[in-house]
């Protein structure tokens, strides 16, 4: 392969990815980290794309698919019922992890009334609590992408790998029986380290992510504690997901959990009225009180006194 199609092969799959690291992009082409920083080092100074630390991110991708604003648009009602019905799972003052996502950004919009520490990569999320006073945010280093909204690189990675939290809400490209994948190397990286970082992971995935790969792996289901979804998502890739014992949540049109992908929550039957019980009748004692003799006569004098009493 030749420098100049090495170069066009970079540059195509940073169009798919928008930035990388450096060892995905030298997978990427099969050569050495240095020669692909010599060749980034060229496209760089052409204007295609910008170095980074530890990558390279592209100056002007030809869509706006990885825009956060207009990502936020895709699966709106959707995101919206996974996002109240996964913050119902956090309790108060617990520590928690918020991935970069934008169903994340649904899901931290419905904690703004609990007490918490958050701990997070992205923008939108750490705006979203920048005047709480209830809520403590932790916002990771890392080199920022405006158009992401997420800070990413070996300085996010190293923030997660000092914490601990009980509980991470992430999100990811697709799930099949496999595992979690997700799009970016770099977002991987963090995502690894938040995984590690949490006593308790739950990942929230609109039904579109359903048996879908996306370009890099995660992490096998054995890392997961639970998945939220949508009452859309496929009924056989639910019920398969769950015979792996692990949790699946689905979140109906209504914004409550159902107990199946397909059909709504049902309401639950009022008990059946039981026969009315014959009440005992309690018996009343009368207890003759001994006649006391009055000093002087008096009319209508009260010769005998009836006590009653409860058994």
């Known amino acids: 392969m030749t420098a100049e199609e090495r170069q066009h092969r970079l540059e195509a799959h940073l169009q798919k990815v928008e930035f990388a690291s450096l060892e995905e992009l030298a997978q990427q082409v099969g050569v050495s980290a240095s020669t692909v920083r010599r060749d980034l080092t060229l496209l760089e100074e052409r204007g295609t794309l910008?170095?980074?630390?530890?990558?390279?991110?592209?100056?002007?991708?030809?869509?706006?698919?990885?825009?956060?604003?207009?990502?936020?648009?895709?699966?709106?009602?959707?995101?919206?019922?996974?996002?109240?019905?996964?913050?119902?799972?956090?309790?108060p003052r617990q520590s928690v992890i918020i991935d970069a996502g934008t169903t994340c950004y649904h899901v931290a919009r419905y904690l703004e009334s609990q007490t918490l520490q958050i701990v997070t990569n992205s923008l939108p999320v750490a705006n979203l609590f920048a005047s709480s006073q209830r809520i403590e945010v932790v916002v990771s280093g890392g080199v920022i992408y405006p158009r992401l909204g997420v800070m990413v690189g070996p300085?996010?990675?190293?923030?997660?790998?000092?914490?601990?939290?009980?509980?991470?809400?992430?999100?990811?490209?697709?799930?099949?029986?496999?595992?979690?994948?997700n799009s970016h190397a770099l977002l991987i990286d963090i995502q690894r380290a938040?995984?590690?970082?949490?006593?308790?992971?739950?990942v929230c995935l609109d039904h579109t992510k359903f048996?879908?790969?996306?370009?890099?792996?995660?992490?096998?289901?054995?890392?997961?504690?639970?998945?939220?979804?949508?009452?859309?998502?496929?009924t056989e890739l639910?019920?398969?997901?769950?015979?792996?014992?692990?949790?699946?949540?689905?979140?109906?049109?209504?914004?409550?959990?159902?107990?199946?992908?397909?059909?709504?929550?049902?309401p639950v039957p009022a008990a059946p009225e039981s026969p009315a019980r014959e009440v005992p009748q309690r018996r009343i004692r009368a207890k003759a009180a001994p006649v006391v003799e009055p000093t002087a006569p008096a009319p209508e004098a009260l010769t005998s006194v009836t006590e009653i009493s409860w058994d």
């Open 238 to 266: 639910v019920v398969a997901l769950r015979a792996k014992d692990l949790e699946v949540l689905v979140a109906g049109p209504d914004n409550t959990q159902s107990g199946s992908p397909t059909m709504e929550t049902q």
């Open 211 to 234: 048996g879908r790969q996306s370009v890099a792996h995660l992490c096998g289901l054995d890392r997961i504690d639970t998945i939220v979804t949508d009452s859309a998502a496929p």
């Open 155 to 181: 300085l996010a990675v190293e923030a997660f790998q000092k914490i601990h939290a009980d509980v991470a809400i992430m999100s990811g490209g697709g799930i099949t029986l496999e595992g979690i994948t």
């Open 50 to 91: 910008r170095r980074t630390h530890g990558g390279a991110r592209l100056l002007n991708p030809r869509s706006d698919e990885f825009t956060f604003s207009t990502r936020d648009t895709h699966q709106l009602d959707e995101k919206e019922a996974l996002g109240r019905l996964c913050a119902s799972l956090v309790k």
């Open 194 to 202: 938040m995984l590690d970082a949490a006593s308790k992971v739950i």
